[in-house]
């Protein structure tokens, strides 16, 4: 497959956009609440719920969070390019 490609520094490439699976009412922009609450159960271990929700929380309200439902590949394209306007 080739090269990986070299280390990139954090912060070199800012996150702008986090996106989160949801249900069909619950697409486009995304409450800090909210996206808290869909990307939880992502997490492999919660060892302190407190300070794992409040640490997510604090990455999520610092960009922009948007619910995405897809049943195709080309929904999830056309979420996304919205998502990303």
Known sequence: MGA???W???GRYPLRTWF???SPEHT?????AVA????LPALAE???LVADVE???DLLSAVATYGIWYESVDDLV???VAGLR
């Open 36 to 39: 808290v609450t869909a990307a």
């Open 4 to 6: 990986d490609l070299p």
């Open 55 to 57: 640490r997510l929380a």
């Open 8 to 10: 990139v520094r954090p």
């Open 28 to 32: 486009g922009p995304l409450s800090t």
């Open 78 to 80: 056309d979420q996304v």
């Open 20 to 22: 989160l699976t949801r």
């Open 46 to 48: 919660l060892d302190d």
